[in-house]
């Protein structure tokens, strides 16, 4: 894949959505949230909250640049945030205002005179965008200790090791390929 374009996340939602297709204005949206200290000293306490959408259906050289992400929210704090989703809900709720349409857009950009200058306004959130600490928080998945696997989650055989004092994964061989010398060596 070298363009958002290409991905399968835009072709099922142009195949599933036709109006994304016929109609290129339609946003194509990425979120993306991470923790950090604006004091730039790592042991500080305080933590803040940029969230940022990024419009994907523009080239890629310029869909990261300043003109092109939209910081959403700005969620501030001297600790860490407990509960993402409350912060999230207004963000949330206009998103699915844009998935139903705006009315009455101007399009300033077409040379078109006439009725077809307005239209309606569609956008869809294709993916979320963050590191494991930041997925645990905008998924609510248990990321750190026992079922900190998203994809395994409770089915994943985690047992204490009091020498390492940490979390040990069981069975992480079993995701080896078969000809691997480590398969079978009784970490099953």
Same mark, same amino acid.
């Given at each position: ?29 990425? @979120? =993306?949230?991470?923790?950090?200290? +604006?004091?730039? *000293? $790592? ?6 909250? /940029?969230? !940022? ?17 939209? @910081? =959403?929210?700005?969620?501030?704090? +001297?600790?860490? *945030? $407990? ?6 809900? /207004?963000? !949330? ?28 306004? $569609? ?66």
């Amino acid at each position: 894949m070298r363009l958002v374009v290409d991905s399968p996340a835009v072709q099922h939602v142009e195949q599933t959505w036709p109006e994304f297709r016929r109609d290129p204005r339609h946003l194509h949206f990425g @979120l =993306a949230s991470d923790g950090v200290s +604006p004091y730039g *000293v $790592k042991s500080s306490s305080h933590s803040t909250w /940029p969230v !940022v959408l990024t419009i994907y259906n523009v080239p890629p050289w310029p869909a990261s640049k300043k003109g092109f992400l939209l @910081l =959403a929210l700005i969620i501030p704090g +001297p600790k860490k *945030v $407990k509960n993402i989703d409350i912060y999230l809900e /207004p963000l !949330v709720e206009e998103l699915q205002q844009l998935w139903d349409g705006v009315d009455d857009v101007y399009d300033g950009r077409t040379e078109r005179i006439g009725r077809d200058r307005w239209f309606t306004l $569609k956008g869809v959130l294709l993916w979320t965008m963050h590191d494991y600490p930041g997925y645990a928080q905008v998924s609510g998945f248990q990321t750190s200790g026992y079922a900190a696997c998203p994809t395994c989650g409770p089915a994943l055989p985690v047992a204490r090791s009091s020498h390492l004092s940490k979390q040990v994964y069981m069975s992480y061989s079993t995701y080896l390929p078969m000809d691997d010398p480590l398969r079978g060596t009784g970490a099953e």
